[in-house]
Antibody
Framework: QVQLVQSGAEVKKPGASVKVSCKASGYTFISYDINWVRQATGQGLEWMGWMNPHSGDTGYAQKFRGRLTMTRNTSISTAYMELSSLRSEDTAVYFC?????????????WGQGTLVTVSS | DIQMTQSPSSLSASVGDRVTITCRASQSISTYLNWYQQKPGKAPKLLIYAASNLQTGVPSRFSGGGSGTDFTLTISSLQREDFATYYCQQCYSTPRTFGQGTKVEIK
């Protein structure tokens, strides 16, 4: 079945960077965009950006430009999200999600989420 | 950016109740509107895409409607497993914004 499996929880200090992985299986990795969404504790969903695994093209939300980098390794069907200059407000669960090509480009499926804690 | 506004932010209902959640976009998004269900500690799950299309495997008590700027998610007869938070999302343009969520709680 189509599945996205993310790397484990991370604890980082303010100013550091974090890199989260998202391994795809059950479909052709390069055929579907990967999006990243985050969720602070008790808060809503915040879209961060997208990446085309075939071309490597990316698009980032304005809020994260300059700090966010999305990459991929097609040989192992894995996407990566790296966020730098971390601050306490970046503490959240980070999700990857495949963008389907059905009418309204929904996100399905989602990875299980990776908790990133930023604390001194 | 397109703003998505859901109402209510939370509601209390009983098993068997009919529940309707609304989502309004700040500009027309045609039917580029999706609905997700999220349970505590879990990833969101796609329920409805293109405003009114039920995702495979989702119970038929869920339905969606609307186009342009106003959309609804209806649960015809609330079941215990439906208590969760629901989010709308527009995929008309980037950033792909979400509503703030509607938490459905047990009365």
């Amino acid at each position: 079945q189509v599945q996205l499996v993310q790397s484990g929880a991370e604890v980082k200090k303010p100013g550091a960077s974090v890199k989260v992985s998202c391994k795809a299986s059950g479909y052709t990795f390069i055929s579907y965009d990967i999006n990243w969404v985050r969720q602070a504790t008790g808060q809503g969903l915040e879209w961060m950006g997208w990446m085309n695994p075939h071309s490597g093209d990316t698009g980032y939300a304005q809020k994260f430009r300059g700090r966010l980098t999305m990459t991929r390794n097609t040989s192992i069907s894995t996407a990566y999200m790296e966020l730098s200059s971390l601050r306490s407000e970046d503490t959240a669960v980070y999700f990857c999600a495949r963008r389907d090509y059905t009418n309204s480009y929904p996100f399905d499926p989602w990875g299980q989420g990776t908790l990133v804690t930023v604390s001194s | 950016d397109i703003q998505m506004t859901q109402s209510p932010s939370s509601l209390s209902a009983s098993v068997g109740d009919r529940v309707t959640i609304t989502c309004r976009a700040s500009q027309s998004i045609s039917t580029y509107l999706n609905w997700y269900q999220q349970k505590p500690g879990k990833a969101p799950k796609l329920l409805i895409y293109a405003a009114s299309n039920l995702q495979t495997g989702v119970p038929s008590r869920f339905s969606g409607g609307g186009s342009g700027t106003d959309f609804t998610l209806t649960i015809s007869s609330l079941q215990r497993e439906d208590f969760a938070t629901y989010y709308c999302q527009q995929c008309y343009s980037t950033p792909r914004t979400f509503g703030q969520g509607t938490k459905v709680e047990i009365k």
